[in-house]
């Protein structure tokens, strides 16, 4: 009898329909095809990924005073957004192969603002 290992985490939200998150960015790499990979987790530690064409992300930052700027989306920071769930993936967990995690593929993201 086959073991059936139990996948990590869970899917946010039902496929196609637009949701507003707050999420964490986790990491933002390059791909050789010319587009942008984003990791973000929520605070209940739901890992989401997003594929996009910007380097960069960059985000109203608004502050105690009246002035506001934007603000270049860094590892670690917290923000809002508006996306549609594009689909519900399963991924391999950093710290090895045979760790596989559920998540959440996002497009259509509008980015909101930056969360201190």
């Not at 989401?48 to 590892?75: C, M, V």
């Not at 991924?91 to 603002?113: C, S, W």
Request: aromatic share 12%; with cysteine.
């Amino acid at each position: 009898m086959m073991e059936t290992k139990e996948i990590e985490g869970h899917w946010v939200g039902k496929e196609k329909e637009r949701y507003d998150f707050t999420l964490k960015l986790l990491e933002q790499k390059s791909t050789t095809r010319g587009y942008w990979v984003y990791r973000m987790e929520d605070k209940h530690g739901n890992l989401f990924i997003a594929f996009d064409g910007r380097e960069n992300w960059e985000l109203p930052h608004y502050q105690n005073t009246s002035d506001d700027f934007d603000h270049r989306l860094q590892k670690g920071d917290c923000f809002t957004c508006k996306a549609t769930v594009n689909r519900h993936d399963k991924a391999i967990k950093y710290g090895g192969p045979d760790r596989e995690h559920k998540q959440t593929v996002l497009n259509r993201i509008k980015l909101g603002k930056f969360v201190e």
